[in-house]
């Protein structure tokens, strides 16, 4: 038997390697020549160390590793001397046999099985094992390959470890979801793994029925669509049983606007837009000169340029006499935009919002609109028309949105004595109707006011009374006639909502409800796949061009009879939408004889102008701009506008002498309308730009004093959603030429043809004739110029025996008129042709003796054909003047 070492060469034998021979002292045949090992694979060798004595030693011929092999058998056998110290013929021992065993040497450190390890384990709970670590080592001998020790290296967890992991304190979810920790290992020998290895550990609340897998925040990017809420939300139910799943998701945008994101366009542009009846008055406009009255209110632009009055019980406006009549008929509607809530302490006291009483004398209210106690009341005193007849009075309606301090649409149709009440778009009627007599006629003026009501007579001191506390917007009133359904629904919808994707998809057994405006959506059903597919398709969807930035905030509630299920929040994120930048441009001056001035079609101010609008957009195959990255480019746009407004820089227009127009005809076909005053004009109505552009080319401007006229201007601005988008000011100043050295310039008010060009420089010739020098110029050259230079002198003399003609006409017109007589040409029309005024001041005093000889030489041309002639005579003139001008030298034309 023998033991070596592994890395060592020695084996050290049990007993000693020794051969005998009993031929001794016979010479060389008592001596041991060798020892011979029988097994091929055995890495070992004996030596003879002393012959005489037999004595061996066993050596490894290369270095052995016990992880190869652990223990080697094999046969030695020894051979004497014999005949000669060459042993060729020596004896043979009989065979031994050896083994030999290999001892380890600890040499390699405990390795993991696994890289890292993870487990999940349920709140609340003490566990024996949450779950097993394992190292091995490759040392050959139990001592050596087997791991007497683990630890967890991580300090202040509340984890052991004997092998197995286990915790020492039970873990909670709300303080601690994950834990980390790192293990190492000690082998028999006392060798630590090179390596630590980590673990994490997962802590589940405790299972509650509820929704899993929602979205905390959805992005929304203007423009795409429809977009889902909850991809992957599910409903966990711990496996308890369903028996009917009631789920209702809601869409809160009580912070934005009036409720949600609406159209934003101008009371009147949104009613020309959904089809109302023409005729409604808003009371509460925006403040300008023309409309005063709300100056002094409080005024909150809102978050999307919605026109918000704040109301906190001090404020009140009175509407001018001339904006309303003061008796409304049989058929009227009353509309406004109401967000209210409970006044603490105050709930004894009327709230008005409209009122009609008297002014003076005494205090009577004709009608009045008002909330009291939560509740809404409108009130219609008639005049007296029956004696002794009782008729409807007050009405009143209890609901909760008229204290939910929240927005909504109030609209009041009267067909007296039906009053019908509209709250977004939905029907009530009143479940109160108080019958009073009618009111006695009186000769007592009435005066109409929002926010409360006026107190005029029984009264030392006229005042508001009554006052209203919350916010109101677009207050209309249109008497002679009631709006239907349609209309107000149209009026007050929201263009973002909830939508449901793939409907056709949806499974049948799920029933589904959305409120009028889509804000809320209710689903049931009994399964609970259909419930999840259901929910997944729940979508967020914006229909605006621009809709308004920031967050909308979803609620979504379960009810089911088995189990209760726990509500969640969320948020959708609509991102900032490219905003559009619109651009006026055209002629910025303008000089016109002072005759067309006097005209009945006037002068036309923005015959030239052109609005666009352009936006900044990045390319569909580069990602969105960041602030490192270059911004996208301009791209044009199809815009809508709402209003444009040609405001008179400056004194107001003189209304005797002075105004502005449009050609009969230019809103035709399209959803425009005009309002016309000292101070400007407004054009609005929901249309495209080329409408606008088409309906601004025709504002004209005409002046019946043009002598005392030098100049005017005009500012031109355009906005699209109710001024949350403006134009730029584009600026027009009109000149009125009244001398003949002005009138050298006139040419620059006819525009070129657009095949002609105009050279705005003498190297703009040579440009033309590229193959002529211009130090030389040729004969065709020098001949076109004189032949300009000529039409040029024809030109100034025609408009010089203009301007004498005209100054004879004013001569002889002021002689003839009164001293007191008011100069009064509504109907007349002036049409001014310089060529045939040329020819008119010139010919003179032809015309009697070519009359004289007309009346003796042609008796026989009746007068019809003799209007006739002069009529063509007319017409061909212009045509001759059109011709002479485009010859004219366009040097001086400006743009």
Same mark, same amino acid.
């Given at each position: ?99 030999? /065993? ?298 909760? /949105? ?57 009264? #030392? ?213 005009? #309002? ?220």
């Amino acid at each position: 038997h023998g033991v070596i070492t592994e890395n060592t060469d020695i084996v050290m034998l049990d007993p000693p390697l020794v051969a005998l021979d009993k031929d001794a002292p016979i010479p060389y045949a008592g001596e041991i020549c060798a020892f011979n090992i029988h097994g091929l694979e055995a890495p070992f060798e004996a030596v003879v160390l002393n012959g005489t004595s037999g004595e061996g030693q066993l050596r490894a011929r290369r270095l052995i590793d016990c992880e190869l092999q652990k223990e080697y058998t094999f046969i030695i056998q020894a051979h004497d001397c014999g005949s000669g110290p060459g042993g060729t013929e020596g004896k043979k021992s009989h065979k031994a046999v050896v083994h030999i /065993q290999v001892n380890d040497v600890n040499e390699f450190a405990p390795v993991f099985r696994e890289p890292h390890y993870r487990a999940a384990v349920t709140e609340g709970k003490i566990y024996d094992t949450i779950m097993q670590v394992e190292a091995t080592d490759q040392d050959c001998s139990p001592q050596y390959s087997q791991i007497c020790n683990y630890q967890i290296t991580t300090s202040n967890t509340p984890f052991a470890i004997d092998r197995n992991i286990r915790n020492t304190e039970k873990l909670n979810y709300d303080r601690q979801q994950q834990y980390e920790i790192l293990v190492t290992a000690w082998d028999c020998g006392q060798k630590r793994a090179l390596h630590n290895v980590p673990v994490r550990i997962d802590v589940k609340p405790v299972c509650k029925p509820g929704w899993q897998g929602s979205n905390k925040q959805v992005d929304y990017e203007p423009g795409t669509g429809s977009k889902q809420l909850f991809p992957k939300m599910h409903l966990e139910t711990c496996g308890g049983p369903l028996s009917s799943v009631r789920t209702t998701v809601e869409l809160q945008t009580s912070h934005i606007g009036k409720g949600c994101d609406r159209e934003t366009y101008s009371e009147k542009s949104l009613q020309k837009l959904c089809g109302a009846s023409s005729g409604s008055t808003d009371l509460l406009p925006a403040p300008s000169p023309a409309t005063n009255w709300t100056v002094n209110l409080v005024s909150d632009s809102g978050r999307d340029s919605d026109l918000i009055f704040r109301f906190d019980g001090h404020q009140a406006a009175k509407i001018p006499d001339r904006v309303v009549l003061q008796n409304l008929t049989d058929q009227f509607t009353i509309a406004t935009w109401m967000k209210h809530g409970p006044s603490p302490g105050l709930r004894a006291e009327k709230e008005t919002l409209l009122c009609n009483s008297d002014k003076t004398e005494m205090n009577r209210h004709h009608y009045s609109l008002y909330v009291h106690n939560c509740r809404l009341v409108f009130l219609l005193r008639r005049d007296f028309t029956q004696v002794d007849t009782f008729r409807p009075a007050e009405f009143h309606w209890k609901l909760e /949105q008229i204290c939910d301090k929240e927005w909504h649409y109030y609209v009041i149709n009267v067909e007296f004595p039906v009053v019908t009440l509209y709250v977004d778009g939905v029907t009530y009627d009143p479940y109160l109707v108080t019958d009073d007599w009618p009111i006695h006629p009186s000769q007592i003026d009435m005066q109409l006011t929002v926010g409360a009501c006026w107190q005029g007579g029984e009264v #030392t001191k006229p005042r508001f009374t009554q006052y209203f506390r919350g916010s109101l917007s677009g207050l209309t009133i249109r008497p002679g006639k009631i709006e239907s359904q349609k209309v107000i629904s149209c009026l007050q919808a929201c263009k973002e909502g909830l939508d449901i994707n793939s409907l056709e998809s949806l499974d049948k057994s799920i029933k589904f409800h959305f409120n009028p405006a889509q804000s809320i959506l209710v689903m049931e059903g009994d399964d609970l796949g259909n419930i999840n597919a259901a929910v997944r398709k729940v979508s967020y969807i914006n229909s605006r061009q621009f809709p308004t930035p920031g967050i909308r905030r979803l609620h979504i509630s379960t009810l089911d009879t088995c189990i209760t299920i726990p509500d969640i929040d969320a948020v959708v994120m609509v991102q900032q939408p490219s905003e559009p930048r619109i651009t006026i441009t055209g002629v910025e001056k303008l000089s016109w004889l002072a005759a067309d001035f006097r005209s009945s079609e006037g002068i036309a101010l923005f015959q030239d102008v052109h609005i666009i609008s352009t936006v900044t957009t990045t390319p569909a195959e580069e990602p969105r701009p960041t602030p490192t990255r270059r911004p996208g480019v301009l791209e044009e746009i199809i815009h809508n506008l709402d209003y444009c407004d040609v405001l008179v820089l400056g004194e107001e227009l003189d209304p005797q002498f002075e105004a502005l127009q449009l050609q009969q005809g230019a809103l035709l076909r399209k959803h425009l309308d005009v #309002t016309n005053s000292t101070s400007g004009m407004s054009i609005y109505g929901v249309d495209s730009m080329s409408n606008y552009e088409q309906v601004i080319r025709q504002v004209r401007y005409y002046s019946r004093q043009p002598k005392s006229l030098l100049e005017r201007r005009f500012r031109l601005t355009c906005s699209e959603l109710n001024g949350r988008y403006t134009s730029n000011e584009f600026s027009l100043e009109v000149k009125a030429m009244h001398n003949s050295e002005d009138e050298d310039h006139i040419s620059h008010i006819i525009a070129p043809p657009q095949y002609m060009q105009v050279a705005h420089h003498p190297s703009m010739l040579q440009e033309l004739f590229p193959s002529h020098s211009s130090d030389v110029p040729n004969a065709a050259t020098v001949l076109i110029v004189m032949c300009i230079a000529a039409l040029v002198v024809v030109a100034v003399l025609g408009i010089y025996r203009i301007h004498l003609t005209h100054q004879q006409e004013m001569k002889l017109a002021e002689s003839i008129k009164e001293p007191d007589e008011t100069w009064n040409d509504s109907a007349l029309t002036i049409t001014v042709n310089p060529m045939e005024a040329a020819e008119d001041g010139s010919d003179e005093e032809e015309d009697e003796e070519e009359e004289e000889e007309r009346d003796d030489d042609d008796d026989d041309i009746t007068s019809v054909e003799s209007d006739d002639s002069e009529e063509e005579m007319d017409d061909q003139l212009p045509r001759v003047q059109c011709k002479t001008v485009q010859k004219w030298d366009k040097t001086t034309i400006s743009y």
